[in-house]
């Protein structure tokens, strides 16, 4: 099931590569009429702040290392142009075989997802989702999903699996961009103990999901213990955190944007 070199060589440039919403509420404001950033303005943010972006961010970049790297790739995604949308790559082998490839869900390595093919597994999956075992049922055009967590709790997830046109993967990503959740979110995969966990900030909440359960976080009650916080689990800058998050505290009430609950 693991995916060939060539695509997991560019997969791990990726590794430690939070998925965030607080570059969106940042960039808006600052941004002209394009809201979605090019993959060099991505990179240069990266190196100045330490931040990442949304799954259409994430997918952008990845894509684009692919195609520099001549591994065919192209993004796939579901209900796009809507509030709901969810952005993900996937790339093919020599042998045209495809793996599903997502940061924005902070898979920790690509999964093949045609079940015709000599590598593919069946039933429970360890080492592909963080604190997860995963199911995968292809079904032609699509694929879905089983998420099974500790304590015999499930989920499930359907992705499409049709290339979409480039073009129109540029203009799901500038809807994405232009229409914000007022919960701030981040994701990141860190290490704990024997296994790589899965840590979560939303809405002033923070969580780590491992194998062995949910830890809740203690509260805090200030910014700048959450813009400490982040950083030392992100590593992103600090004035950035502030601004960013500020901007969630006061209400997001800029055109095309939702207010905060």
Not at 17 to 30: G, N, S, V
Not at 41 to 55: A, I, L, W
């Amino acid at each position: 099931m693991q995916a060939p070199e060539n695509i997991l060589a560019v997969w791990r440039r990726f590794d430690g590569f939070p998925m965030e919403t607080l570059t969106k509420a940042w960039f808006y404001p600052r941004a002209g009429e394009s809201k979605q950033r090019s993959v060099e303005m991505m990179k240069e943010h990266r190196q100045r702040y330490g931040n990442t972006g949304n799954c259409f961010d994430l997918a952008l970049w990845l894509l684009n290392e692919f195609r520099k790297e001549g591994v065919r790739a192209y993004g796939v995604g579901s209900d796009l142009g809507t509030m709901e949308a969810h952005a993900a790559v996937v790339a093919e082998d020599a042998q045209g075989w495809r793996y599903l490839c997502d940061i924005g869900d902070q898979w920790l390595q690509p999964i093949l997802v045609d079940g015709s093919a000599p590598a593919f597994r069946s039933g429970k999956l360890a080492g592909f989702f963080p604190a997860a075992e995963v199911e995968i049922f292809p079904a032609g055009r699509s694929v879905n999903i089983v998420y099974h967590r500790p304590g015999g709790k499930a989920s499930e997830q359907t992705y499409e699996l049709e290339p979409v046109d480039d073009d129109a993967f540029w203009r799901a990503a500038e809807f994405s961009q232009r229409h914000i959740y007022p919960k701030a979110l981040l994701e990141v995969r860190i290490p704990y103990k024997a296994e790589t966990a899965h840590w979560e900030f939303e809405h002033w909440e923070s969580f780590l999901s491992t194998s062995e359960g949910l830890f809740r976080d203690a509260p805090v009650s200030t910014l700048d213990e959450w813009v400490e916080r982040i950083h030392e689990k992100a590593g992103f800058d600090r004035q950035f955190l502030k601004e960013a998050l500020e901007i969630y505290k006061k209400g997001i009430k800029q055109d095309n944007i939702m207010e905060t609950e």
